[in-house]
């Protein structure tokens, strides 16, 4: 089945220590995002990338750091330079176009990341 | 800069209420779309309808039901009759026409109580 996949599901973390998220897709989509979700908020920016070995800053990308080697995978490390690093964190990919139909993004099952 | 607000926080209603959940947008934009996903407590959030900024015709999906108004900047989303597997939290989003950068409101939490 196509979709997108995190994990893992939970993870928990040590304060200075980095941590990675991992995401990869099998939607043959263009483009991959993180965000970040914290209780009773929406959903904030933190990268994103539209084509393999490029991506860009998001609203919230400090502390955070990423690579896309791969068209398929997106990971997301959580440095130790992120304050306050506990919070629900959701990867997204979209394809890239003109046109309606390449807009919408779909989402992963998310990690939930909690620093002891 | 674009801009989305969902004003009504948290939301309870009974079950086969119906239920509208209000969205807001700012943009100077002429070419946007807009959307609506829902968040079940599992946490993944699932797509639900998108909107491009031409098309103002309302939608109906089963229970569901969406209102686009550009003279009032809004996109309501309206549940019939709901049910209690309608309980999540829900958010309306925007994007400019040839970006990438989706822009979230802070979303809306339905509870529907038996």
């Known amino acids: 089945d196509g979709g997108i996949t995190q994990s893992p599901k939970y993870l928990f973390r040590k304060e200075g220590q980095n941590v990675t998220l991992s995401c990869e897709q099998n939607?043959?989509?263009?483009?991959m995002y993180w965000y970040r979700q914290d209780p009773g908020q929406g959903l904030r920016l933190i990268y994103y990338s539209q084509i393999v070995n490029d991506f860009q800053k998001g609203d919230i990308a400090e502390g955070y750091s990423v690579s896309r080697e791969k068209k398929e995978s997106f990971p997301l490390t959580v440095t130790s330079a992120q304050k306050n690093p506990t919070a629900f964190y959701l990867c997204a990919s979209s394809f890239m176009g003109k046109g309606e139909a390449y807009n919408e993004q779909f989402f992963g099952p998310g990690t939930r990341l909690t620093v002891l | 800069a674009q801009k989305v607000t969902q004003a009504q926080t948290e939301i309870s209603v009974v079950e086969k209420e119906d239920v509208t959940l209000d969205c807001v947008y700012e943009?100077?934009?002429?070419?946007?779309?807009l959307f609506w996903y829902k968040q079940p407590p599992s946490g993944e959030l699932v797509f639900l309808i998108r909107r491009n900024s031409f098309d103002e015709q309302n939608e109906i999906s089963g229970r569901y039901s969406w209102n686009f108004q550009k003279s009032t900047s809004s996109f309501n989303f309206t549940i019939t009759a709901s049910q209690v597997v309608d309980s999540a939290v829900y958010f309306c989003a925007s994007l400019r026409g040839g970006y990438q950068k989706v822009t979230f409101g802070t979303g809306t939490k339905l509870q529907v109580i038996p």
């Open positions: 943009t100077r934009d002429t070419t946007y779309y």
């Open positions: 939607l043959n989509h263009d483009a």
